[in-house]
């Protein structure tokens, strides 16, 4: 048990489709992660949470739109996403939000845009 | 602007062999440095951590990395891999911005394969 939990695991939308990814930590951090994980590419930072607040947008198109309701949940919206959009979208939970506070990740869902 | 290179893509070792896996970074000031293994259909998990100190790095699983400041490596090492250390390896650095946003840069990853 990870204590990160990503559901759901797998997901196939479509282009004009509208879906939720949802993230949960039971670890009692304040601060989560979205990432993506592209073949051949290094893990991509998206979006930052601290104590509920958005700290980094790393320039991700509007398609995304992050939601943090609390500190134990985190949701991607996904709209009208490309093919290029398929990849393993990964969360991540740490303490704090520094650099020296390890984080800890889910096992991702693994988009598919057709 | 900070970088992490891992210049092996794919590594096979035996199954009691030693590893070695290079991982250089590009960071003008002292970094803040990670080891991350990925198993398949997992998440990333820390193996190990430098911030300062003793340049030799403990981890979980027997593995163990040193810093370099003069070749900007931080190498991951273990002296005997079991099968079970199959996995993808990933190297980060800390964006060092002022310990407010945890925000890390990863290199592309290593895929250990280990032969029995």
């Known amino acids: ?114 | 602007a900070q970088s992490v290179t891992q210049p092996d893509i794919h590594i096979t070792v035996s199954e009691g062999a030693s590893l070695e896996l290079r991982c250089n970074y590009s960071y003008g000031a002292t970094p803040y440095l990670f080891w991350y293994v990925q198993s398949p259909g997992q998440g990333l998990q820390l193996l190990l951590k430098y911030f300062s100190g003793d340049t030799l790095v403990q981890g979980i699983k027997g593995f163990e990395a040193e810093f370099k400041r003069s070749q900007s490596s931080f190498n991951l090492r273990k002296p005997s891999v079991h099968w079970s250390d199959a996995a993808e390896y990933f190297c980060a650095v800390g964006r060092g911005y002022g310990g407010s946003q945890g925000n890390l840069i990863f290199g592309k990853g290593t895929k250990l394969s280990v032969k029995p």
């Open chain 1, 1 to 114: 048990e990870t204590g990160v939990t990503q559901t759901p695991r797998h997901l196939v939308m479509g282009m004009t489709n509208k879906k939720s990814l949802k993230c949960e930590q039971h670890l009692g951090h304040n601060a989560m992660y979205w990432y993506k994980q592209s073949a051949k590419k290094p893990l991509e930072l998206m979006f930052v949470y601290n104590f509920k607040e958005q700290t980094e947008n790393n320039s991700v198109p509007s398609r995304f739109s992050p939601e943090c309701p609390n500190s134990s949940h985190l949701f991607l919206h996904l709209h009208t996403l490309q093919p290029e959009d398929s990849a393993l979208y990964l969360c991540a939970s740490s303490l704090g939000g520094s650099e020296t506070d390890t984080q800890y990740f889910g096992p991702g869902t693994r988009l598919t845009v057709l």
